[in-house]
């Protein structure tokens, strides 16, 4: 099973400034990997998928990179609606499919 | 528009089973494997399984194989996913996920809205 580690566990950053989210996998995942953003009380939202391809609708703060073991979730200027908790998924190796312990956003 | 729409919230005595249901709108039923996904309070979400639709064939966790049976109604666009011998691990909110916009990988840009199963003696 590839276990998916995220760091940090939390991050504090002001409004308007960039956000840098880190995931890594235990063995390479190629570029299939996943990035969601969660709300209290919400089913995660898709960002990215294929490791740097942004879902429809997503906003082009949001961008995704990186291959094999290490990945990198970037937002631009964060924005209020911004913070949440994100996870990272493989999909490149499965069953099983598995998910990052998440790192949460929150504003400094 | 793409919607899966779940049953609603349960509570189980340790040992018992649940089963939850999950309909999809449109033509989306029989165009994708719909998975099984849960998350415990405070936790990352855990991949359970996959239905084909079309099939009948699932994919299970390694974890859950014995415990979980997924099951599809095509008559009424519905899939089904049952857990037995519940304990209080098992507590968690349950979402089925399908990929549409990268319908290749397991990406899943629609979700059911949960249903929190809570496991309570």
């Known amino acids: 099973e590839i276990v998916m580690t995220q760091s940090p566990a939390t991050l504090s950053v002001s409004p308007g400034e960039r956000a840098t989210l880190s995931c890594r996998a235990s063995?390479?995942?190629?570029?299939?990997l996943a990035w969601f953003q969660q709300k209290p009380g919400q089913a995660p939202r898709l960002l990215i998928y294929g490791a740097s391809t942004r879902a429809t609708g997503i906003p082009a703060r949001f961008s995704g990179s990186g291959s094999g073991t290490e990945f990198t979730l970037t937002i631009s200027s964060l924005q209020s609606e911004d913070f949440a908790v994100y996870y990272c998924q493989q999909y490149n190796n499965w069953p099983p499919i598995t998910f990052g312990q998440g790192t949460r956003l929150d504003i400094k | 528009q793409a919607q899966l729409v779940q049953s609603g919230a349960e509570v189980k005595k340790p040992g018992a089973s649940v089963k939850v249901s999950c309909k999809a709108s449109?033509?989306?039923?029989?165009?994708?494997?719909i998975h099984w996904v849960r998350q415990a309070p405070g936790q990352g979400p855990e991949w359970m399984g996959k239905i084909d639709p079309n099939s009948g064939g699932t994919m299970s966790a390694q974890k859950f194989q014995g415990r979980v049976t997924m099951t599809r109604d095509t008559s009424i666009s519905t899939t089904y996913m049952e857990l037995s011998k519940l304990s209080s691990d098992d507590t968690a909110v349950y979402y089925c996920?399908?990929?549409?916009?990268?319908?290749?990988?397991?990406?899943?840009?629609?979700w059911g809205q949960g249903v929190l199963i809570t496991v309570s003696s």
């Open positions: 449109g033509d989306i039923f029989t165009g994708h494997h």
């Open positions: 996920a399908i990929s549409i916009e990268a319908a290749a990988f397991p990406s899943y840009d629609y």
């Open positions: 063995q390479s995942v190629s570029s299939n």
